[in-house]
């Protein structure tokens, strides 16, 4: 039986001070990303929202960029292995077919 009050210790390599900071601030990247994908659905796709000067599509193009570059200084770091990352994006683009309801309809 585990004593609920033995101290739990990590084993792995806990991310320093830096590091830490670069995730904090990646991850604040992704919530970015995640907001303007909501505003474009919510609100179209070329909206311009009042008191900005670019489309949704603009302001979501450069909220992923402020997430791609978070993603190359996490590889510089050593914390994101771009080997794989192109896994990761192999994976889903083979996958994503099969588990879409619907089809593109543009060419
Ligand atoms: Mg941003």
């Not at 995640?34 to 179209?44: E, L, P």
């Not at 900005?52 to 993603?71: K, P, V, Y």
């Amino acid at each position: 039986m585990s004593d609920k009050t033995e101290k739990f210790t990590a084993f792995g390599t806990i991310p320093d001070a830096y590091q830490s900071e670069l995730l904090t601030i990646a991850g604040e990247e992704c919530n970015e990303v995640a907001v303007r994908i909501s505003k474009m659905q919510r609100f179209g796709i070329d909206e311009v929202e009042p008191g900005q000067l670019n489309t949704n599509a603009a302001r979501l193009s450069m909220e992923i960029g402020n997430l791609q570059c978070m993603i190359d200084e996490l590889v510089d770091e050593g914390l994101v292995d771009r080997e794989w990352v192109s896994i990761g994006y192999h994976e889903k683009a083979d996958k994503l077919p099969r588990f879409m309801r619907n089809t593109k309809v543009r060419s």
